[in-house]
């Protein structure tokens, strides 16, 4: 095997100081994303993400498609980080070069708490513990990512790529958690903290009923998808996302003609 | 500077403000900053100036590109805190090194670097020295040379500018820490410069630390994102 620091090496600009290794954190189809000391704040970690030129492109064409990319990505991010929405900040970018370095976000992405709270009970277990004071904590977390995504949408931005991959949950200060005793409170804090939303590549300004009811058919998919034994708890999302933005009703109407032209989709094969 | 231990020698204002007394403050306030992701042949020091009394003689040196005065003088009432500052001088040094500067030298780049657009007579105005304007200045000067320098003759060059700087600029010699320039922003023309009036995060925050952090990322954001 070869060491994947061959097979891709890392863009110039973490090549500049011999003092630290950049840990590569995920390697996409479009993208790399590194986990790097902060040029200019001290102890502080931030996250490169690094689009490498595609040799299979024309190289003018595709440098201007990925500055244009960066650009776009940084833009959306400064947008929703000046009107509330929890997103990290951009530290510095140079889009000729394909890179941006954000604030680094510590926690694990909801993905991981979600399938760390459920457990790893067998998959037909389809019900979530029906242990009601259990479920607290995962259901709130779920009314939590409602209000970010309504937050997001409210700014006029659809994200493209909702997923429970693209959420982080940024821990609470220690006098945060909620307390309890035993395996309740441990599971508790597997999904305690700020929903904060990262990825921002396939983002779009649009204050249309129909992309933000694509936004949430695609969540509602990928979260059936990666969460199968929480699936009928989905609806939290929605009921808080209704209470935390205005327009909501006409999206989630939306939503309903989304899921039927899905429906017919899958129908037809 | 020879007697100061290595490990004091990091840019965390924590550690900077527990540094024991110097013998004698002069020799002590220019600081080697370290950032990340430049290369080690690239040297650069910094320190503030408190209650300047000479800022258009400096000026004066500036303009008339007096190559004993290549610094970057920064009114330090326009920055938020110590990483603000440290963002435009990292700018500033990666652009260098890609070849990419819009102005003279490394210096120059420095303070166009504080702005949020590519007007760079703008830049300066605002962010750089002004006659009978600029009180408090921040200074940072970058060194290069093709080799890394050893020790002893980094401790030396940084005497050198520490000479020159105290006998040119006649004001109070302070440590560029977050507490030091805490206490000469105005926040008046921060909010203005980086268009942070009514910005709704800063109206939720209500907690003072949290809305100076999220100043700082704005501003820091409002640089990277510059021309945009
Ligand atoms: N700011 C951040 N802080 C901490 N971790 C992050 C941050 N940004 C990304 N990550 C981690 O890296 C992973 C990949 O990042 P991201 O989703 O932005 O890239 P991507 O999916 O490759 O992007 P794209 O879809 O635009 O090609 C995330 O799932 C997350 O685990
Ligand atoms: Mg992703």
């Known amino acids: 095997m070869t060491e994947p620091a061959t097979e891709f090496p890392p863009p110039k600009i973490l090549t500049l100081s011999p003092a630290h290794k950049p840990i590569l954190i995920t390697q996409g189809a479009e993208g790399r994303l590194y986990k790097t000391p902060s040029p200019f704040q001290p102890n502080k970690f931030c996250a490169l993400k690094y689009r490498p030129p595609k040799p299979y492109r024309h190289p003018i064409l595709d440098a201007r498609l990925t500055k244009a990319r960066i650009s776009s990505e940084a833009k959306v991010l400064d947008r929703c980080y000046r009107e509330g929405v929890p997103v990290p900040a951009v530290l510095a970018k140079d889009a000729a070069a394909g890179w941006m370095m954000i604030e680094w976000i510590e926690g694990e992405p909801v993905r991981v708490g979600i399938n760390t709270w459920l457990g790893e009970r067998p998959e037909d277990d389809a019900v979530v513990d029906s242990n009601q004071e259990d479920e607290t904590a995962l259901i709130d977390l779920m009314k939590r990512i409602g209000v970010a995504v309504g937050a997001l949408h409210r700014t006029g931005v659809v994200h493209g790529d909702l997923t429970t991959s693209n959420m982080m949950l940024r821990p609470w200060a220690e006098d945060g958690l909620p307390n309890g005793n035993g395996s309740n409170s441990e599971k508790a804090k597997a999904v305690a903290g700020d929903v904060v939303v990262i990825d921002f590549g396939l983002a779009m300004q649009s204050q249309s009923d129909e992309d933000r009811a694509v936004d949430l058919y695609v969540l509602e998919r990928a979260f059936a998808s990666t969460h199968p034994r929480a699936e009928r708890l989905f609806h939290h999302i929605l009921d808080s996302y209704r209470e935390a933005f205005k327009k909501a009703p006409s999206v989630l109407n939306k939503l309903e003609d989304v899921r039927m032209r899905g429906r017919k989709r899958s129908m037809l094969g | ?228």
């Open chain 2, 1 to 228: 500077m020879s007697k100061r231990p290595a490990a004091t020698e990091t840019c965390d204002p924590a550690t900077t403000s527990k540094r024991p007394k110097p013998p004698s403050s002069v020799t002590m306030a220019l600081e080697r900053i370290q950032l990340e992701h430049i290369p080690p042949n690239y040297r650069v020091y910094g320190a503030l100036f408190r209650d300047v009394s000479n800022a258009s003689f400096l000026q004066t040196q500036l303009l008339s590109r007096n190559p004993e005065f290549e610094y970057a003088f920064i009114d330090a009432s326009t920055i938020v805190s110590r990483a603000h500052l440290l963002a435009a001088v990292w700018n500033a040094v990666y652009t260098s090194i890609e070849g990419n500067l819009r102005t003279p030298n490394v210096h120059s780049e420095v303070v166009a670097s504080l702005n949020t657009n590519n007007n760079i007579a703008d830049g300066y105005r605002r962010w750089g020295i002004t006659p009978d304007k600029t009180k408090d200045l921040a200074v940072i000067k970058i060194l290069t040379s093709s080799e890394t320098l050893p020790d002893a003759e980094q401790e030396k060059e940084a005497e050198k500018v520490w000479t020159h700087l105290t006998a040119q600029i006649q004001g109070r010699p302070a440590e560029l820490t977050n507490q030091e320039l805490a206490q000469v922003t105005d926040w008046q023309k921060v909010r203005k410069y980086y268009k942070l009036n009514g910005v709704p995060v800063l109206d939720q925050t209500k907690d003072e630390v949290e809305k100076r952090k999220k100043m700082e990322s704005l501003a820091i954001m409002g640089m990277a994102l510059r021309g945009l």
